[in-house]
């Protein structure tokens, strides 16, 4: 019996020590990001031209992400030196609710498989309408601290102004890429409850209108947060190219016709947190309002409560 018991026991300490080694040579060959801790550095995510990828394009630290979700898009014709990285791979199923992102853990272990690095300034593309992968997944960047992130304002389309795209893969080695969870710019929601009627906070909606105002049964539950601002998201983009960005004069007269205002704490939320990024993005990174976050959960979590308030028909100005 004692002879059983000892052998049972030197077998999973042998199963155990075979793991670890394998883990510790993922981590070591960089395909898995360090352990997620709650400090994490500042992160600035800006918008650049094509013509500063044109002169940046040669930086041995610049990683070019391509998030196209289709991949022959890609293999059409792409960005020098660009990886494929369709934005849909950062979100998956989580309790019930679909494309929720995932942990920061894995989160750094497929940007890394991507060739991201703690070295990395980070460019991210699309193109037309799909500006907002782009943005949610310099989001995604933010939301693991790296902290160096830019998008290509105008996508591919843009670039093709100024340079050809290519249909030649890059070489890259993946490399260290550190993971630092920053929950300070996202919001949960236990604190959506507490923050629903509040006078000094702001929900912005950047959903279509008719999605906003209830007209559209898509949801369990079909209307908005109480109190929300609706900015359907196209209205900061060019009409002929959803990729570019309008001026910043043009946004924030928009933002002051909505009476949002960088006073207050904004809180963005969409349909599933994707859309949401773009304005986060420009209000907190390029109008510099002190403090924006995201509602990840956004209306497939919010809508699913079956206990919170839903507001119908246009917004209320107040």
């Not at 800006?46 to 990828?53: A, G, I, T």
């Not at 490399?175 to 920053?182: A, E, H, I, M, Y």
């Not at 990729?243 to 043009?250: A, F, Q, T, V």
């Not at 993005?281 to 990840?296: S, T």
Request: proline share 8%; hydrophobic share 40%.
């Amino acid at each position: 019996m004692r002879t059983t018991v000892r052998r049972s026991s030197l077998l999973k300490f042998a199963l155990l020590a075979t793991m670890t080694t394998g883990l510790v040579g993922a981590v070591a060959s960089g395909l898995v990001g360090t352990a997620p801790t709650v400090a994490a550095p500042a992160s600035k995510i800006e918008f650049v031209s094509p013509s500063w990828l044109k002169e940046n394009g040669s930086d041995p630290n610049l990683r070019i992400l391509d998030v196209r979700p289709n991949p022959l898009d890609y293999i059409g014709g792409h960005a020098p030196a660009a990886v494929h990285f369709a934005d849909g791979t950062l979100r998956a199923p989580l309790g019930g609710l679909p494309v929720q992102y995932q942990e920061p853990g894995r989160l750094g272990e497929l940007l890394a498989q991507a060739g991201v690095t703690d070295k990395s300034k980070v460019l991210v593309y699309s193109d037309g309408r799909d500006v907002l992968g782009a943005t949610m997944v310099a989001y995604v960047l933010e939301r693991i601290g790296h902290p160096k992130v830019a998008v290509l304002d105008g996508g591919l389309t843009g670039l093709q102004a100024t340079q050809e795209p290519t249909k030649e893969f890059p070489r890259y080695a993946p490399g260290k890429l550190s993971v630092r969870d920053n929950p300070s710019i996202r919001v949960s929601l236990a604190e959506v409850r507490n923050l629903i009627g509040k006078p000094n906070v702001v929900f912005l909606d950047p959903r279509p209108e008719k999605l906003f105002q209830g007209e559209e049964k898509l949801f369990v539950r079909n209307g908005h947060i109480p109190g929300a601002r609706n900015i359907p998201w196209p209205k900061f983009t060019l009409a002929d190219n959803p990729h570019k960005l309008k001026s910043l004069e043009d946004i924030k007269a928009l933002l002051a016709e909505k009476k949002i205002d960088p006073s207050k704490e904004v809180i963005v939320t969409c349909s599933t947190g994707r859309e949401a990024t773009l304005q986060y993005i420009v209000l907190k990174h390029l109008l510099g309002y002190p403090n924006v976050k995201v509602y990840e959960g956004s209306w497939s979590e919010y809508s699913s409560q079956p206990d919170l308030p839903v507001e119908t028909g246009p917004e209320k100005l107040v």
